[in-house]
């Protein structure tokens, strides 16, 4: 069952393939012709404004326009890496990389960081010196016009950039959009200075360009810090988390679904393994059939592939074991670092116990651990406890 679904999942073919009515295929193939097309008009759009921008802070000696034109080439040439990622990252599956290229999109976007970090510390540089050795700007009603149109063409492309990055989980895209949108408003504080000095004569195009710059820097910033997130490797998203415990919490014979953890290989490309609460009194065919039933309703509802489905058994035939886990149960549960407990199991007749504690990250584990061991012991002295701490990886 695994190996069918990640075949669908992670291969790319001239066919349709479907798992339950799910066209996987298409949907990768359609996913990678929006992000390039998304880019290629971003490209032009970019492009077309860093001409007129540049032509418009010659003819001004604006220092402010000539930046936000080399802020518009900065965006075309993201928008290209972003193309190159998108193809790469589709490549096929293969012997070295069996989970397939997904990971390069992450690695492009680092570089369309770089590269906005670089153009941000460009300008910054390039404006100080305009502070210290000023040049007296020179506007007229045409470069007015088409700062002002700047503005509005970077704010329709900021809202379809970012609405077609949502529409396909394209990260890149999204940044983008945003960035964008940010671009309309710093080329508005642009417009902004040059009304000011035709009104009062005050030139603040050097100041206005240090800002810009400053923006510029935050905003590459910030993009290779969420880069570098996905790269390491991120808290999985609650809600996310939450939907999938539900589906698989939904099966008849689950009693509940521990220790979620999610694995990305790229954009729509999440591996997982989770545990699961069931009766001990059922047979391999049955825990089986249940295993199946679960990887292909994750697979199906959320686009997760579940490579492993771990067992916990739950005790059922006889009273004193229920009694047991509630009073280990209430013990475990009165610290504070004790934020979840699961996978309990006695043998009353071999007189051993064993359950999982999710720890919170502010307490040291192997004290807690040893705290809690040697409180459960005290209540049941003749029993071999073993106890298991686990990381709060997922709500």
């Known amino acids: 069952m695994i190996g069918s679904i990640t075949q669908k999942a992670g291969q790319r073919s001239s066919g349709r393939e479907t798992e339950g009515g799910f066209i996987v295929e298409e949907a990768a193939v359609q996913r990678e012709k929006v992000i390039v097309c998304t880019s290629i008009i971003g490209i032009l759009a970019n492009l077309f404004l860093a001409g007129f921008k540049a032509a418009v802070g010659l003819a001004a000696h604006s220092i402010a326009v000539i930046l936000d034109a080399v802020n518009n080439l900065s965006d075309a040439l993201s928008s290209v890496i ?32 770089g590269i906005v970090l670089y153009a941000g510390i460009t300008s910054l540089t390039e404006s100080v010196k305009k502070i210290i050795h000023p040049e007296t700007a020179d506007y007229s009603t045409v470069s007015l016009i088409i700062i002002a149109a700047a ?104 009693h509940g679904a521990f220790d979620l953890f999610l694995y990305n290989y790229g954009p729509d490309k999440n591996y997982g393994s989770v545990h699961v609460e069931v009766n001990d009194t059922m047979t391999a065919d049955e825990i089986d059939a249940m295993d199946r039933r679960i990887q292909f309703n994750v697979f ?76 459960i012991q005290a209540l049941y002295p003749d029993y071999c406890v073993n106890v298991q701490g686990d990381i709060d990886v997922s709500e």
């Open 151 to 254: 503005v509005v063409v970077k704010l329709i492309l900021g809202a379809y950039v970012k609405g077609q990055g949502k529409k396909v989980n394209s990260a890149s895209l999204v940044a983008s959009g945003s960035d964008a949108s940010f671009d309309a408003i710093l080329s508005a504080s642009v417009l902004a200075s040059a009304i000011v000095f035709l009104l009062t004569g005050l030139s603040l195009e050097a100041w206005v360009g240090a800002v810009i710059a400053c923006f510029i820097i935050k905003s590459g910033i910030e993009m290779m810090v969420e880069t570098l997130n996905d790269i390491l490797g991120k808290r999985t998203d609650p809600e996310l988390a939450a939907a999938i415990k539900k589906t698989i919490g939904e099966d008849p014979d689950v």
């Open 82 to 113: 972003t193309i190159v990622g998108t193809k790469l990252a589709g490549k096929e599956p293969d012997r070295k990389h069996p989970l397939g290229y997904g990971r390069i999109e992450y690695l492009t976007a680092m570089i369309v960081a």
């Open 300 to 375: 199906k509802k959320h686009g997760v592939i579940l490579t492993g489905v771990g067992i916990y058994s739950v005790n059922t035939k006889n009273d004193e074991a229920g009694n047991m886990r509630r009073t280990v149960l209430e013990t475990v549960m009165a610290h504070d670092y004790a934020l979840q407990l699961h996978g309990f199991y006695v043998n009353t007749e071999a007189k051993q116990m064993t359950f999982d504690v999710v720890l919170s990250f502010d307490c040291d584990r192997a004290q807690a651990i040893a705290e809690l061991r040697g409180e």
